[in-house]
């Protein structure tokens, strides 16, 4: 599979999002944000093949995401040690962080200014994108996009984000609830919600 010319290129760098929507047996809408345009490292390709065996509805994400994941270089596996550093905390294992290690590396090393989008729930993940200028998005924007195309109605959106969460799955920044934005000519002094 083939990312779509123009679209942004979904990049995951660990399962989060795709455990997001599989307990929640929603990896079809998953599939309908990023369409065919996600990519993933070896790394990540073999953890969800590993979880596959305990959480059988992981199988689907085969099914939209390319089947030959990124191998990082070895220039791209020493950069991914070295910004898997400014992740880890005293005790962390050799591999804690590598996923997100990889794939920064390789972002950093073959798209350069394309439009690629990191997609994460990890709050630390969050910090270091930011300082490195790779945009992100979660699970919560992933639906909020889908209802804002009009391809899943609010209702919908924050079902999907309230199951999640009595799952006991992350999303950041939820709550507050997804809804609507508010036009900007009928924004008062009343609180954003």
């Given at each position: 599979?083939?990312?779509?010319?123009?679209?942004?290129?979904?990049?995951?760098?660990d399962?989060?999002?795709?455990?997001?929507?599989?307990?929640?047996e929603q990896l079809?809408?998953?599939?309908?944000?990023?369409?065919?345009?996600?990519l993933?490292?070896?790394?990540?390709?073999?953890?969800?093949s590993y979880?596959?065996?305990?959480?059988?509805?992981?199988?689907?994400?085969?099914?939209?995401?390319p089947d030959?994941p990124?191998?990082?270089?070895?220039?791209?596996?020493?950069?991914?040690?070295?910004?898997?550093?400014a992740?880890?905390?005293p005790?962390?294992?050799?591999r804690?962080h590598?996923?997100e290690?990889?794939?920064?590396?390789?972002?950093?090393?073959?798209y350069?200014?394309?439009?690629?989008?990191?997609?994460?729930?990890?709050r630390?993940?969050?910090?270091?994108c930011?300082?490195r200028?790779?945009?992100?998005t979660?699970?919560?924007?992933l639906?909020?996009?889908?209802a804002?195309k009009?391809?899943?109605?609010?209702?919908q959106?924050n079902?999907?984000?309230?199951s999640?969460r009595?799952?006991?799955?992350?999303?950041?920044?939820y709550?507050p609830?997804i809804?609507?934005?508010m036009?900007?000519?009928?924004?008062?002094?009343?609180?954003d919600?």
């Open positions: 599979m083939t990312p779509t010319h123009g679209e942004p290129i979904f990049i995951f760098p399962t989060n999002l795709f455990m997001n929507f599989a307990v929640v079809d809408t998953l599939r309908l944000a990023i369409g065919l345009n996600g993933w490292t070896e790394t990540i390709y073999a953890e969800t979880l596959v065996r305990q959480v059988p509805i992981l199988a689907e994400v085969f099914e939209f995401m030959d990124h191998r990082p270089s070895g220039l791209e596996m020493n950069s991914a040690e070295q910004i898997r550093l992740f880890t905390a005790g962390d294992g050799r804690k590598l996923g290690a990889e794939t920064m590396a390789v972002i950093l090393s073959r350069g200014a394309a439009k690629v989008v990191f997609v994460t729930e990890d630390n993940v969050l910090g270091e930011a300082r200028k790779i945009p992100t979660g699970t919560k924007d639906l909020a996009a889908l804002i009009g391809k899943i109605s609010w209702v959106a079902a999907i984000a309230q999640m009595a799952a006991g799955r992350p999303i950041l920044g709550p609830d809804h609507p934005p036009p900007p000519g009928l924004r008062t002094n009343m609180p919600y």
